[in-house]
T-cell receptor, first 114, second 108 residues
Framework: SQTIHQWPATLVQPVGSPLSLECTVE??????LYWYRQAAGRGLQLLFY??????ISSEVPQNLSASRPQDRQFILSSKKLLLSDSGFYLC?????????????FGPGTRLTVT | EDKVVQSPLSLVVHEGDTVTLNCSYE??????LLWYKQEKKAPTFLFML????IEKKSGRLSSILDKKELFSILNITATQTGDSAVYLC????????FGTGTRLQVFP
């Protein structure tokens, strides 16, 4: 069965510090991978998605970047965090084929920028 | 701009009540509509709807889609405290566009 891991679970970082959040998927090959952010009281906002190694699409201009160095690894980064980067970050994966776009979410990382 | 709107924003009920959650959408290139339940962390998948008028059921939960009027409803009958969560609606247009969710609180 497929599983998706994210770490760390929680993170408190000062403004201006770098960020690296990691997401890995097991039990599937060639998944589509996604990074979402959920701010308090708001819906999930898609930040990045990837259909393959090294292929990253950015959905909104922001202070963050993403990379996919391996098929089942997706990394979210920032060189200098802003207060507005605080939120709940979720990684998700989906299969490639057909119209099914059911996405499976990881446990999330709660980031607080102070 | 594609958008998904959920209502109500929050709902407080007692165990045993029946609730109806609403999701309306305006998108180009509609493919499907999905419902998720989010308790403390990761959203978990409930239903995917692609055709109008066909009800999907899972226990006390059911959902239906109206592609003409561009909305979906999620019904929960005989609610239990374990149903307390945020319920998210998302529309697939090659990517998922999420609504802000409905926060349901069920009290004993």
């Amino acid at each position: 069965s497929q599983t998706i891991h994210q770490w760390p679970a929680t993170l408190v970082q000062p403004v201006g510090s770098p960020l690296s959040l990691e997401c890995t998927v097991e039990g599937t090959s060639n998944p589509n991978l996604y990074w979402y952010r959920q701010a308090a009281g708001r819906g999930l906002q898609l930040l990045f998605y990837s259909v393959g190694i090294g292929q990253i699409s950015s959905e909104v201009p922001q202070n963050l970047s993403a990379s996919r160095p391996q098929d089942r690894q997706f990394i979210l980064s920032s060189k200098k965090l802003l207060l507005s980067d605080s939120g709940f970050y979720l990684c998700a994966w989906s299969g490639r084929a057909g119209v099914s776009h059911e996405q499976y979410f990881g446990p999330g990382t709660r980031l607080t920028v102070t | 701009e594609d958008k998904v709107v959920q209502s109500p924003l929050s709902l407080v009920v007692h165990e045993g009540d029946t609730v109806t959650l609403n999701c309306s959408y305006e998108v180009t290139n509609f493919r499907s509509l999905l419902w998720y339940k989010q308790e403390k962390k990761a959203p978990t998948f409930l239903f995917m709807l692609t055709s109008s008028g066909i009800e999907k059921k899972s226990g006390r939960l059911s959902s239906i889609l109206d592609k003409k009027e561009l909305f979906s409803i999620l019904n929960i009958t005989a609610t239990q405290t374990g149903d307390s969560a945020v319920y998210l609606c998302a529309v697939n247009t090659d990517k998922l566009i999420f609504g802000t969710g409905t926060r349901l609180q069920v009290f004993p």
